[in-house]
């Protein structure tokens, strides 16, 4: 069993930055990319960004590109999302998923590519 646990959310104002990272227990995830996605009130859950097991590519969002940063720690099992620039607009819940294929080259946009989700860690970006 996978176990993944996200911390680092908070409130900030405009134009700050938050580092969230998600923490893996449980079975290795050192060989499965790894996402993020996010869930604002009365919207569906979308995709953040992703990262292959190796951190050899990476995917984003177009809302957040050049503004987020996704990177891994495989000795330590932890992903992270650098996120500066913040906006109100990047209000939402924060959740990290593991990847069901391994050795992937693609870093999967698609919620259907994870089957390991955290709980979700809140991000409030006043204005």
């Known amino acids: 069993q996978v176990q993944l646990v996200e911390s680092g959310g908070g409130l900030v104002q405009a134009g700050g930055s938050l580092r969230l990272s998600c923490t893996a227990s449980g079975r290795s995830s050192s060989y499965y990319a790894m996402g993020w996605f996010r869930q604002a009130p009365g919207k569906e859950r979308e995709f953040v960004a992703a990262?292959?097991?190796?951190?050899?590519?990476?995917d984003y969002a177009g809302s957040v590109k050049g503004r987020f940063t996704i990177s891994r720690d495989n000795a330590k099992n932890t992903v992270y999302l650098q996120m500066n620039s913040l906006k109100p607009e990047d209000t939402a819940v924060y959740y990290c998923?593991?990847?069901?294929?391994?050795?992937?080259?693609?870093?999967?946009?698609?919620?259907?590519?994870?089957?390991?989700w955290g709980q979700g860690t809140q991000v409030t970006v006043s204005s």
């Open positions: 990262i292959t097991w190796s951190g050899g590519s990476t």
């Open positions: 998923a593991r990847s069901n294929t391994t050795f992937s080259v693609v870093a999967p946009s698609t919620q259907d590519n994870y089957d390991y």
